[in-house]
């Protein structure tokens, strides 16, 4: 049924269009979203202090980094688009992934994509509204509307989508950066009393372990996005040398802009001020750039577009990923046979976030989003560890020291366990969506001998899916659909698939 649509799927391959550049873009444009402008305010509330939440920023960030170092090696091991699901997948067995796919596909990626487009229009829509709040139906129209034009890039072209990616990543920077230099202004000028050591590290209430653990989270949503060039691959030229390039650029520059971000807003606001900004950069702007506040909504919108553009870009690969391991519809592993995009797994992740658009308040959802996260995180890098052990013979052009795995583990373990205690619903909220794709696994992937008319639906709603989208199957490299046994044979010292040719 495949060949009805057009020509020879054999011939339709993904487009290897993402160099050293694009691939930092990916990383720094899904990283620099939102969050920066969300999450201060909840670092700061559960923190207690401006000292503290400053470490927490700088912390997150490090974390962070050795997250991004496990990946690399997993991503040049497993060289798969995928990301966390791929590797989970590959090492733990089908249930594993399907259920990281499913907590990912049904609310992590929606709901992160919903909150960032709503962030998007409050922006766009404050100086319409400068007095009172933008109107609840103003918000989510105009939030569709742009992840309506979003999706239509992505669908239109890989190349397009890159470069808008790439224009307004230098734009979120430039945005960040007249922030910093404000605040670096207001420094010199003297106004540093918040930040020195007396007043940052003093606090009304001492903070619990389990509040600063929810500090953490907050943060984690903001640094969210450090793991996505991973999702993308095979569309990556040369994965195996930009890939971990990418990365070591990329967040260090994150940390570096975040943490410089928040001294900015501290040294200008007091923290009363920030934790009753509904929008901080706003207040920011309004409060030392007079006449030019305008400047700062529509800097943050322009970074809330790259940030929308990157996460579809990216979120559409792991449904993309799924459906060619027969966890999701088949038709979502297919491609356009001229533009070789993703339509089917775009138009699924942008139908899924406006469901969650029109359910009503998202932010409460930043919570159970950056716990599974977490979770999602843990399970992988843990899976690095397990998988060092299963094939210790198994080629790794990167190899990362054991210590940075087991430090991150270490801390990941700590902040679950804290976050379970001081906010058990939340968490089991996020336990009980991940968990209620167990029954979904077995009936729709684990179930072999469905009845005839459940294949014949499924047949004819592929085929006609197909025909709406004028997609194919794609044809892979030999190293991409190779078995990892398959990729290096150590005792010949040499790659099997080079030794078969």
Known sequence: RTGRTGPDPGRVTLKKEIGLLSACT??????????IFISPKGVLEHSGSVGLALVVWVLGGCIAALGSLCYAELGVTIPKSGGDYSYVTEIFGGLMGFLLLWSAVLIMYPTTLAVIALTFSSYVLQPVFPNCVPPYMA???????????????????????????????????????????????QICNGNYEALTPQVAFSMERTPSVGQIALAFLQASFAFSGWNFLNYVTEEVVEPRRNLPRAIYISIPLVTFVYTLTNIAYFSSMSPEELLSSNAVAVTFGEKLLGMFSVIMPISVALSTFGGINGYLFTSSRLCFSGAREGHLPSL?????????????ALLVCCAATIVILCIGETHNLINYVSFINYLSYGVTIAGLLYYRWKKPNLYRPIKVNLLVPVCYLMFWALLLGFSLYSEPVVCGVGLVIMLTGVPVY????????????????????????????????????????????EWTDRSSGRSSLSANS
Request: hydrophobic share 50%; with cysteine.
């Open 332 to 344: 979502l592993a297919m491609i356009h046979y001229k533009n070789c995009t993703p339509i089917p």
């Open 26 to 35: 990916i990383i720094i444009g899904n990283i620099i979203g939102s969050g």
């Open 442 to 485: 077995f009936l729709g992937v684990h179930w072999k001998e469905k009845p005839k008319c459940i294949y014949t639906f499924i047949e004819r709603a592929t085929y006609v899916g197909q025909r709406l989208c004028f997609v194919v199957f794609p044809q892979f490299d030999p190293i991409e659909i190779a078995t990892p046994s």
């Open 139 to 185: 918000t989510r129209m105009l939030s569709a509307t742009c992840l309506l034009l979003l999706t239509w890039v992505n669908c239109s072209s890989v190349r397009m989508a890159t470069r808008i990616q790439d224009v307004f990543t230098v734009g979120k920077l430039m945005a960040l950066g007249l922030i910093i230099v404000v605040g670096l202004v």
